[in-house]
């Protein structure tokens, strides 16, 4: 069981570092799918379905890493995770030698991630207790691994454009990071208890919250659009305008991850603010939730526009980004939203179960770009965006509805 914390407020900062330096080390990856599309001639569909495998590992490290940090403690598995995304990077570094370095790489980054997002987030959450702002935890989770996902792919693509070893130097960046956080995690608070019963006891690969009936209804159905609207905009529509900056492909792609998780950072204080006012108090009116898929979907038309034109040169690639800050905007909003919402719905007892299973069901999402891709000869980008929108527009009739109907009943 959590138990208050016995130090100052500031401690949170040392948890957060850590969950920066792995959502570098996580997204980091997306400017480089594209060098290896260049310069190693691999698909578009097999670099982003590499660019997705990391959800194979993220899914189970969410899901049994949440619950285990419940039972024997925070600290030893956040510092677990920053440590194996150590060992992913440099297996990454061995990419250039073949997929399979690169599909491991992955696979052991989404392990990392999964594990220091679940509880570290609920670390985050717990270490600011003392703070009287309400929602402080979530909002401060959050920046933390947006901040790593923006930073990681902008400083991996100028390296990669511009630097040496193409292959190997982006990654070291976020190996200096992650040395710096594993120190730092030494001195930060404990703030679980040690349940007795021991490691595997007490159901501890229970999933939680599916007996809620508001988790189910709409957080859960919401999630997936969470990472959906940012991995669509950092890694699939930069792909459709690389060719018109061939001589600056590769920083684009990175400057595009950043713009949209920097926009996810930049929209959470008035987020924030919309989920303390009394109408966002209202549960069967959630304005963020509306607000956040309305952004998705008016950010994917437009966007379904722009490559249906395919005739505006430098321009599509600036449109992009535009584009990107609307995405950007309804991932923050969303990651605020769902955050928020399980904080709120979770007991102390399942605080970091509840928030693995909504993150792994965030997680989903990043199979977006390779579903995209893959359909490629199915239909054309613009009509599958176009297709897309559409489920973002069934999303917020399902979701309000249930959301009206959960509020009646509680």
Same mark, same amino acid.
Do not use: C
């Given at each position: 069981?959590?138990?208050?914390?016995?130090?100052?407020?500031?401690?949170? /900062?040392?948890? $957060?570092?850590?969950?920066? $330096?792995?959502?570098?080390?996580? !997204?980091?990856?997306?400017?480089?799918?594209?060098?290896?599309?260049?310069?190693?001639?691999?698909?578009?569909?097999?670099?982003?379905?590499?660019?997705?495998?990391?959800?194979?590992?993220?899914?189970?490290?969410?899901?049994?890493?949440?619950?285990?940090?419940?039972?024997?403690?925070?600290?030893?598995?956040? $510092?677990?995770?920053?440590?194996?995304?150590?060992?992913?990077?440099?297996?990454?570094?061995?990419?250039?030698?073949?997929?399979?370095?690169?599909?491991?790489?992955?696979?052991? #980054?989404?392990?990392?991630?999964?594990?220091?997002?679940?509880?570290?987030?609920?670390?985050?959450?717990?270490?600011?207790?003392? !703070?009287?702002?309400?929602?402080?935890?979530?909002?401060?989770?959050?920046?933390?691994?947006?901040?790593?996902?923006?930073?990681?792919?902008?400083?991996?693509?100028?390296?990669?454009?511009?630097?040496?070893?193409?292959?190997?130097?982006?990654?070291?960046? *976020?190996?200096?990071?992650?040395?710096?956080?594993? +120190?730092?995690?030494?001195?930060?608070?404990?703030?679980? &208890?040690?349940?007795?019963?021991?490691?595997?006891?007490?159901?501890?690969?229970?999933?939680?919250?599916?007996?809620?009936?508001?988790?189910?209804?709409?957080?859960?159905?919401?999630?997936?659009?969470?990472?959906?609207?940012?991995?669509?905009?950092?890694?699939?529509?930069?792909?459709?305008?690389? /060719?018109?900056?061939?001589?600056?492909?590769?920083? +684009?792609?990175?400057?595009?991850?950043?713009?949209?998780? #920097?926009?996810?950072?930049?929209? *959470?204080? +008035?987020?924030?603010?919309?989920?303390?006012?009394?109408?966002? *108090?209202?549960?069967?009116?959630?304005?963020?939730?509306?607000? %956040?898929?309305?952004?998705?979907?008016?950010?994917?038309?437009?966007?379904?526009?722009? $490559?249906?034109?395919?005739?505006?040169?430098?321009? &599509?690639?600036?449109?992009?980004?535009?584009?990107?800050?609307? #995405? %950007? +905007?309804?991932?923050?909003?969303?990651?605020?939203?769902?955050?928020?919402?399980?904080?709120? @719905?979770?007991?102390?007892?399942?605080?970091?179960? #509840?928030?693995?299973?909504? *993150?792994?069901?965030?997680?989903?999402?990043?199979?977006?770009?390779?579903?995209?891709?893959?359909?490629?000869?199915?239909?054309?980008?613009?009509?599958?965006? @176009?297709?897309?929108?559409?489920?973002?527009?069934?999303?917020?009739?399902?979701?309000?509805?249930?959301?009206?109907?959960?509020?009646?009943?509680?």
């Amino acid at each position: 069981m959590a138990t208050p914390p016995r130090t100052h407020k500031e401690t949170w /900062s040392r948890a $957060a570092l850590a969950l920066t $330096a792995v959502g570098w080390g996580a !997204n980091q990856f997306a400017p480089m799918v594209l060098l290896y599309r260049e310069r190693m001639g691999v698909s578009a569909s097999a670099a982003e379905a590499i660019f997705g495998l990391y959800a194979a590992g993220l899914v189970p490290g969410l899901l049994i890493a949440g619950p285990l940090s419940d039972r024997v403690g925070r600290r030893p598995v956040v $510092a677990f995770a920053v440590l194996l995304s150590m060992i992913s990077g440099v297996v990454l570094m061995l990419g250039s030698h073949g997929l399979g370095w690169l599909s491991t790489g992955r696979v052991l #980054m989404g392990i990392a991630s999964g594990a220091a997002f679940s509880a570290g987030s609920a670390w985050v959450k717990e270490l600011s207790a003392t !703070n009287a702002v309400a929602g402080a935890g979530a909002r401060r989770a959050s920046i933390a691994m947006t901040a790593g996902f923006g930073i990681g792919p902008l400083i991996a693509g100028v390296l990669v454009q511009w630097g040496p070893a193409a292959y190997e130097v982006p990654y070291i960046p *976020q190996l200096i990071l992650a040395a710096a956080a594993l +120190f730092l995690l030494a001195g930060t608070p404990e703030t679980v &208890q040690r349940w007795p019963s021991g490691i595997l006891g007490g159901g501890l690969l229970r999933l939680r919250g599916f007996s809620d009936r508001r988790f189910v209804g709409v957080v859960l159905p919401m999630a997936p659009w969470v990472f959906g609207a940012a991995t669509i905009a950092m890694v699939y529509l930069p792909g459709l305008s690389a /060719s018109h900056v061939k001589g600056i492909s590769l920083v +684009f792609a990175g400057t595009a991850a950043m713009v949209t998780a #920097m926009s996810g950072v930049a929209i *959470q204080p +008035f987020a924030r603010r919309v989920a303390a006012s009394p109408a966002g *108090q209202d549960r069967a009116r959630p304005r963020l939730l509306t607000l %956040g898929l309305a952004l998705v979907t008016v950010g994917t038309l437009a966007e379904a526009g722009v $490559a249906a034109l395919n005739s505006l040169g430098a321009w &599509q690639a600036v449109l992009t980004l535009v584009v990107a800050v609307v #995405m %950007g +905007f309804g991932y923050g909003i969303l990651l605020v939203f769902g955050l928020a919402e399980v904080q709120r @719905l979770a007991p102390p007892e399942d605080l970091a179960g #509840m928030t693995a299973v909504f *993150q792994a069901f965030t997680y989903l999402g990043f199979a977006a770009p390779y579903l995209l891709s893959a359909l490629k000869n199915v239909a054309s980008p613009s009509t599958l965006l @176009l297709a897309v929108a559409a489920l973002g527009v069934l999303t917020i009739a399902v979701t309000v509805r249930n959301a009206r109907v959960t509020a009646k009943q509680s």
